[in-house]
């Protein structure tokens, strides 16, 4: 293997790690408050690549436009399941919760499939052309999606630290209880919190386009799983460490790739996964959980 | 001194566990009035209550002549009313400004700044600690972060749950004296605690709780010289 063809392997490991990034934010974000692993917020995703594909295809609407639609609507699928399907359940025990999400995860996909139909909806390309970088060729949709990315997390990471309601958000995510006596409202805080997930959800959808312009009922579902392997390798609940996760696991698996053991990508990332719960559960920078004394 | 806030014959379950049995009392403004008990009695109870983080079956709750019985939390702290909860929980993972900033959550940004610099003068650790992590606070400094958090929301009346809870005897002393600060400077105050020595000693009224019932009330001076709560309460 060359070095300008490992580089060039890094490169697509970014691309596909900034998708991953933004993906794991939700799962991160969403578990942290409410401690749910929501396992719809892959097919946000889906859903995301098929408003695209209908607004470009069927109703020839710009793409820039297709984009600003698909980011609105997984927004608003994200807050409309979260009232619909998991507010009732805030305080039911915490099997309930998961085994509803995996429920809306299905109703999603098979949803998909009876209204879109099974077979794939392929794309053109929304960013095509590349360019060379010192004998590198680097395709302009890897650097769109990386600069999104890098100035999506920016952004969320001065909303959470910097803003009212991203302290709130914090607050809420470190004690419910304390946090209403401060008087912040859970309901506006975990709207707002599914809110941003599935908003950057949505932005994670169109990159995926950019990279695989192609939508399917059960897209979703392997993009969240790694999303969520990410999420957990940069310790679950941590913003930083979903950023660094998804870039890892993005990373690794084009390294995978390069060594020319593409099938095995997959088997590698799951490994990862059991490495992490085996030997550090709480992830790369997860709080260690603190028993109460 | 007008009632600011009345509570009337309140129920409250833990599933079949009878916690609070007919409570009524009142505090009137400017008072520092104290529920003391032993381990049990319902005190913390009866406060999370009134905050509304638990929900009363019966009765009724009224703060400033309007019922939060059926308020959610978040519009019970709007309405000027607020709580200092038992282990303090102040936020671990935030610094001690983002601790004091979430107090003042309901508040105009404008405002915050006056309320900081009386925060600080109460307790000029906290400003000495400005910028570090809750979670590496002793516990006096974090019980006057929770204080201070509290009073950033410029509350109306502010309920202390167990501020002497762990502490030193000495710290135990400054918490005391800087409760009797605020009541000078016209707060007005629910105090509840198990060291029912220094909770009498200043408090205008008292209510004694046993096993969720109300079994006794009076002047603080008066309770404090009673020989039943005196044997009962007081060690002696």
Known sequence: MTFSSLIAQFINGLQTGSVYALVALGYSMVYGIIKLLNFAHGDIIMVGAYVVYYAIASFALPPMLAVILAVLVSTLLGVTVEKVAYTPLRSAPRLSLLITAIGVSFLLENGAQLLFGADKKSLDPMVSGSFQLGGVNVSYAAVVTIVVSVIAMVALTILVNKTKMGKAMRAVSEDMGAAQLMGISLNRTISMTFAIGSFLAGIGSVLYLCAYPQATPTMGSMLGIKAFIAAVLGGIGSIPGAMIGGFAIGILEALVAAVHLSMWKDAVVFLILIIVLLFKPAGLLGKKTQEKV | ?236
Not at chain 2, 36 to 45: L, Q
Not at chain 2, 55 to 77: C, H, L, Q, Y
């Open chain 2, 1 to 236: 001194m007008g009632n600011i806030l009345s509570v009337k014959d309140i129920n409250v379950y833990y599933g079949a566990i009878h916690a609070v049995t007919d409570i009524s009392f009142d505090v009137n403004e400017g008072e520092i009035v104290t529920l003391i008990g032993a381990n049990g009695a319902g005190k913390s109870t009866t406060l999370n209550t009134i905050s509304g983080l638990l929900r009363s079956k019966t009765g009724d709750i009224e703060f400033m002549g309007n019922s939060i019985a059926k308020m959610g939390p978040n519009k019970i702290v709007q309405n000027g009313l607020v709580m200092v909860p038992e282990g303090r929980r102040i936020f671990l993972g935030m610094t001690v400004l983002e601790n004091l900033e979430m107090g003042a959550y309901t508040r105009p940004n404008s405002e915050i700044k006056e309320s900081l610099e009386q925060v600080f003068e109460l307790f000029p650790r906290l400003k000495e600690r400005i910028h570090q992590i809750g979670g590496t606070l002793s516990g006096g400094e974090q019980q006057m972060l929770a204080m201070g958090r509290a009073l950033m929301a410029k509350p109306k009346l502010i309920m202390l749950d167990e501020p002497s809870m762990g502490l030193a005897p000495l710290l135990v002393d400054l918490i005391f004296e800087i409760i009797k600060d605020l009541h000078k400077a016209g707060s007005t105050i629910l105090l509840v605690e198990q060291n029912a020595k220094a909770a009498l000693s200043i408090a205008d009224r008292a209510y004694v709780l046993e096993t969720g019932k109300i079994v006794k009330s009076g002047k603080g001076s008066e309770l404090i010289s009673d020989p039943v709560i005196k044997k009962a309460y007081l060690g002696a």
